[in-house]
């Protein structure tokens, strides 16, 4: 087996089979049956509410589904994604020559230096805290990964150390910050002086909980990467990845697209298609269908929202304080101490969560808190956090 397989992190998940046994033992018979009972999973962000109807049906509709699929995905499904871009992310000139379906979102950022043909003595760079698939993504590639705060921290840039390859994460996993249109706007600069394709996993974009605007009382838009404001009006050396399983619960469906750069994106057409990554085609009937229906999205982020209104003060009175998290679907906690004495203290409440070391050494003080359970599993949390 290659080396580079052997070089893969344990995966993560695994490490927390001993602190979830502890939690589903707890018993508190004074919350009542209901709280008093079992366990309150708030660790991975995985929707437990219904995938809409009229995604359903679509992909009902389209179960007879007896030849192979578009790789590139259909033409209404690529002008429904430009759409998309313009009426819900403020970018009105996506070129549907420039968006592929992809297998789910973490596929794409798995697989992105590969297609990209990275390999050894390449830089893959990203967040200092940050989804582990960036890291994992280098690995698969060979290339070496660098996580850093700022481009600064990249230091004197020489042939050698020049990332090929830059992921932002906006909003961000874990922490929930939103990055603005200067900060966009100078990477983007910055990435183009030095020949660096930035790729942006702006998955959690619907599930903004930053404050209406104080003169018009919209919501707020997550900036994009491909925003007119950021590219100049060139989405040269841009990929945006985007992800239903957040806004529609489709994590089952596996549907998600990247789009940008047309010449970029035609590259990994070229790759994938000889590689049999193609979306199936119930799938793109689905997304197709969920792009074109808003009202589930306001539903879903309303009921989110009440459930991050009641986690954030449940966490507060249990002396955790809450770092930025003004977007997607975790609150980003600390007590000041290491996270997984959080994690054992949360746990003897029958409540899971991450730890932040998940996410690289920088968070080891931070845990992760999912938004993703029940009303009647958060009500259970609140009650026991009190």
């Not at 389209?62 to 403020?90: C, I, K, N, Q």
């Not at 906006?170 to 706007?185: D, F, S, Y």
């Not at 975790?330 to 959080?342: F, K, Q």
Request: hydrophobic residues 45%; glycine residues 10%.
């Amino acid at each position: 087996m290659p080396d580079r397989v052997h070089q893969l992190p344990d995966f993560p998940w695994d490490s927390l089979a001993a602190l979830r046994q502890r939690a589903s033992a707890f018993s508190d018979p004074s919350l009542g049956p209901d709280a008093g009972r079992g366990l309150v999973d708030l660790s991975v962000g995985t929707p437990v509410d219904p995938t809409p109807a009229v995604v359903r049906e679509a992909l009902a509709a389209a179960s007879d589904a007896h030849g192979y699929p578009l790789t590139w995905g259909t033409a209404d499904l690529r002008e429904a994604v430009s759409g998309w871009f313009a009426a819900r992310r403020g970018v009105p000139d996506v070129d549907p020559a420039g968006v592929l379906p992809t297998i789910g979102s973490k596929e794409l950022v798995a697989w992105l230096p590969v297609l990209l043909g990275l390999g050894a003595g390449d830089v893959v760079a990203f967040p200092r805290v940050a989804y582990p698939t960036y890291d994992v993504g280098a690995r698969l590639a060979g290339a070496t990964s660098v996580a850093v705060d700022a481009l600064t921290a990249l230091g004197p840039l020489t042939g050698a150390t020049t990332p090929k390859l830059l992921w932002l994460n906006t909003p961000a996993n874990p922490t929930g910050k939103v990055l603005g249109i200067e900060h966009l706007a100078k990477v983007v600069s910055w990435a183009r002086h030095h020949g660096v394709v930035v790729a942006s996993d702006e998955c959690y974009a619907e599930l903004d909980w930053r404050p209406r605007d104080a003169g018009s009382g919209e919501p707020p838009t997550t900036p994009s990467i491909l925003d007119p404001r950021v590219t100049g009006g060139s989405h040269e050396g841009l990929l945006c990845v985007y992800s239903l399983s957040k806004q529609s619960n489709l994590a089952g469906y596996r549907g998600a697209f990247v789009a940008g750069d047309p010449g970029l994106v035609g590259g990994l057409l070229e790759v994938r298609k000889h590689a049999g990554m193609m979306v199936p085609w119930p799938v793109q009937r689905a997304v197709l269908a969920a792009l074109g229906d808003v009202r589930h999205v306001a539903e879903q982020k309303t009921r989110y929202a009440a459930r991050r209104e009641a986690l954030l003060r449940a966490v507060r009175r249990f002396g955790l304080r809450v770092d930025d998290s003004e977007a997607g679907l975790y609150i980003w906690a600390t007590a000041g101490e290491d996270g997984r004495a959080t994690l054992e203290r949360l746990a003897a409440r029958g409540i899971l969560a991450a730890p932040g070391d998940f996410y690289g050494p920088a968070g080891r003080e931070h845990v992760r808190i999912a938004l993703t359970a029940t009303d009647e599993r958060v009500e259970a949390a609140v009650r026991r956090l009190a």
